[in-house]
């Protein structure tokens, strides 16, 4: 990946080779401030809009909801639904030394991080509703195991604000970066639920 102020980024031509760059790219930008993304975006997007938010938001829908899709698809291709096998009961075990659960749980603190820091919701008692569902979300994944259904209805409300676009740029990058995460670790299952 080769970057230039305004003169946009060059991806390897390889496809798994371009998800992987942006997968990393992705992973820095949910690790970094709040406004590492918004400065990314103004100075690898070429715009004449000075708006932050705009810049962050155009990053986003140019890098990484596509980005969203490729892995998606790879990971259908790749793994399919075996990620994720529930118990007759509707339980998913969890494995807590892998790699995709650190991924999920990752994702899911930088995104409660996020809504802490987040001035996008118009009353405060919202904000502190969402978090407090993230927060739950992130302590049913500390059990041995996990009813897929409760952990869907947890984060449905904030991924429906997400799709309708109710919420700014940073909120949206941590919301992709944790559907990116929980759908590596439980396959289509999960999206399916959350439908």
């Not at 899709?69 to 009961?89: I, M, N, Q």
């Not at 749980?105 to 996008?120: G, T």
């Amino acid at each position: 990946m080769r970057l230039g102020p305004h003169k946009g980024i060059t991806w390897p031509d390889e496809p798994e080779k371009r998800l992987g760059m942006k997968l990393l790219l992705f992973r820095a930008v949910a690790a970094g401030d709040a406004g590492y993304l918004a400065r990314l975006a103004h100075a690898y997007i070429p715009s004449s809009d000075r708006n932050i938010e705009n810049s962050a938001k155009r990053f986003i829908d140019q890098v990484f909801r596509p980005m969203a899709k490729e892995l998606r698809k790879y990971l259908e291709e790749k793994v399919g639904e075996v990620a994720a096998v529930p118990t007759s009961e509707g339980f998913v075990p969890l494995d807590h030394n892998s790699a995709g659960y650190i991924d999920v749980q990752d994702a899911l603190e930088a995104l409660e991080r996020a809504l802490v820091q987040s001035n996008d919701f118009p009353e405060a008692e919202e904000r502190e509703q969402r978090v407090a569902e993230v927060s739950a979300a992130r302590r049913l994944l500390n059990a041995v195991r996990v009813r897929l259904s409760a952990l869907a209805e947890l984060l449905r409300p904030l991924l429906k604000d997400y799709a309708k676009g109710l919420r700014g740029a940073i909120i949206a990058a941590a919301v992709t970066a944790t559907m990116a995460a929980l759908t590596g670790f439980f396959g289509g299952l999960l999206t399916t639920l959350l439908n």
